[in-house]
């Protein structure tokens, strides 16, 4: 049997290009005592990815060149030399980009597929999801009848925090990048207001659907738009960093000039690693499942085909051309 | 009997120059009911100046042009025909840049001159001894043992930050522009480490000195400097923004590239707006005497002398050719 692999074959110099990867194809080994073979099912790009393709800081290990491209995936074991899973178990886990993952089951989460199918598990049961959930709820403290505002609303996790932050009762106003997804988010996210970066203007729009300011920006984007929401905080406001996808493929981040409205509107602006609350994941995933399962929560996922279209799909995060949870089913 | 007053006559474009301002005398007119005189004795110099002098924003109000310079005082009472205060009284207040204020009374602090000389009143037992404490004790919440890390320290907030710290059994670090200052910190003020931006490079020495990260930075200065505090902060850490310094004769502040480095710092950034807190000045004021008193703090005040040389002595602040607290003696 063949294992067909992703590798990082160099490492991209501003955006990713294709010929960052290489396919090729392995033989998988026979497994040792303890370890595990998972046949991968779905597989999670994420923003992170650009960053696991440079160098690498103290903070972020770096893929080295040649080694198998990390990525979180979903997936099904099919043979189990530990005691701890058996044949047929369905596990999350970052299996790397390729079609099978051996493991010594370290790391790995097993999944209840009666929660929900398994790709959202990789999306708003999994990671995404968990990122929202802990963004907004622990560090952005949603108060009922608080505004909240949202880069990158249309994304996995922007979905699911402005979805969440409905639930609590507050106004949500969300960015995105067409028209589609704006109408996405007013229609079937339930936001209060959606604006399109792209044709209309943010400043504008915000004062108009925020006339008191913002109580909590949940950041997913940074760069321009983060300086526009520091403008615009309310008295007290807690800005949630997130993410900076429109930095990510720069050489040096745009840092926001107007940091120091943090302090004149008595805020304060932290952010979220979602691995700090792994021990409480199981209370997130039993309330949103049960949201979604009542009706009060979508998921929107966006499946691409096929191993090797992994890097063409890649792109698609960072050129906005993805709508919803964007995933390669292998 | 004249009052000389300095009006501000044209706004500055980047540094502040001297024709900016202009020298004017003017009749003191006969005193309302409910008004009082005050003889103006020490005019503080502060880097808030900067964005007064600017058009203004929802936040700040800037002077208008002909209008007499804002500035923080302090003075004796001459003549009174206001009950809550008498002849001989000392005050403390936004008195403007002249040699006599009239006022109603309101936004006037009587200050007690046994607990220190007047000018410290608009020093370290005034606003910036203020900001340094309530900065320091309130949002950076420091505890013995940890380490802090100070922009600006050889400055009036700066150095009050350093020796609070220390009192409160912190190792401190400050950064400051000369060898006289640096001497000044590590003999005079007792910090552990003192880094000359001007020839040291800050990132090396901060590591040597803080080879763990910095659990609290107090920010004067903004720019690099904050970049290069945000890469090395320690898990928990406490961004406490004061000022910005290096940014104010900027058309546009640089905002930190390395903002993102507080999430991954599970830390916190917020700061200081010192009149939130105008209801515990006298705790402040009690204990700042107190240890001045005792030894255990001394502050160094640089006084020019002459109404006239305002907008030179404005000057100095921005250039970094000031060592202390900025006062002007009228």
Known sequence: M?????????RPNGI??????????????????????????????????????????????????GAVMRGFAAGKV?????????????????LGVQ????????????????????SLHIGVLGMPGMTAYFGLLEKGQPKAGETIFISGAAGIVGSTVGQIAKIRGCKVIGTAGSEKKCEYLIKECNLDAAINYKTQDIADELKKHAPNGVDIFYDNVGGEILDIALANLARGARVVICGAISQYNKPKIQGPS???????????????????????YPRAVKD?????????????EHIKEGIENFPSTLRMLFTGDNFGKLLLKV
């Open 258 to 280: 107007n940091y120091m409205k943090v302090v004149t509107a008595r805020g304060v602006m932290n952010g979220i690693i979602v691995f700090d609350y792994i021990d409480q």
């Open 78 to 94: 099919v043979q189990s030399k530990n005691e701890d899973f058996q044949k047929g178990d369905y596990v999350t886990g970052m």
């Open 99 to 118: 079609t099978h993952a051996i493991s010594d089951g370290k790391d790995l989460s097993k999944v209840d597929i009666r929660a929900g199918r398994l």
């Open 288 to 300: 949103i499942a049960t949201w979604l399962e009542k009706g009060k929560m979508q998921s929107k």
């Open 2 to 10: 063949e294992n067909k692999i992703i590798t990082l074959a160099n």
């Open 16 to 65: 990713v290009e294709s010929s960052n990867f290489k396919l090729e194809e392995r033989n998988i080994p026979e497994l040792e005592d303890g370890q595990l073979l998972i046949k991968v099912e779905y597989i999670s790009l994420d923003p992170a990815m650009r960053g696991w393709m440079n160098e690498g800081t103290t903070y972020i290990k770096g893929v080295a060149i």
